[in-house]
């Protein structure tokens, strides 16, 4: 499983606790490192690779099964410039590197709308929208590369 937005490293514990194999990657540096210490905390010291990257810049050649990630939105965030953008070229090179009928699974605020963008590259399976509180609900989107 590919994370390339790794953040914190949600999506590394969840992976790892059900016995996965996880590639995880984000362009803070900082937030790699936070990842390493969480993983470690949870006594998680194998299974995963991590590494500091621009994900719109990853080159895998269909090395991954699954790409499940939760790409940074909002203020908070390290990223300079557009998010929708990033997000955007990000999405037209997944099947880069996703093995045929790879899966990506990923979380965005469902007013961002990048739907249409995940639809252009791969066939959506699955569409979940969770209000996950007053002033944000999530579109959880599952598609496979074709």
Wanted: glycine share 8%.
């Amino acid at each position: 499983v590919l994370d390339p937005f790794v953040g914190a490293g949600g999506i590394a514990l969840e992976v790892l606790s059900v016995g996965g194999r996880l590639l995880g990657c984000d362009i803070d540096q900082r937030m790699v490192a936070g990842t390493e210490l969480n993983l470690r905390h949870y006594g998680y010291a194998e299974g995963y690779h991590l590494w500091v990257c621009d994900a719109t810049s990853l080159r895998l050649d269909r090395q991954v099964d699954a790409v499940v990630t939760d790409p940074p939105y909002g203020r908070s965030t390290a990223l300079t410039g557009d998010p929708l953008r990033t997000f955007s070229t990000f999405v037209s090179r997944v099947t880069d590197f996703l093995r045929p009928r790879g899966r990506l699974v990923v979380a965005y605020p469902a007013e961002a709308h990048p739907d249409e963008v995940i639809a252009s590259y791969l066939e959506v399976e699955e569409v979940v929208d969770y209000r996950e509180h007053k002033s944000l609900t999530r579109r959880i989107v599952v598609a496979r590369s074709r």
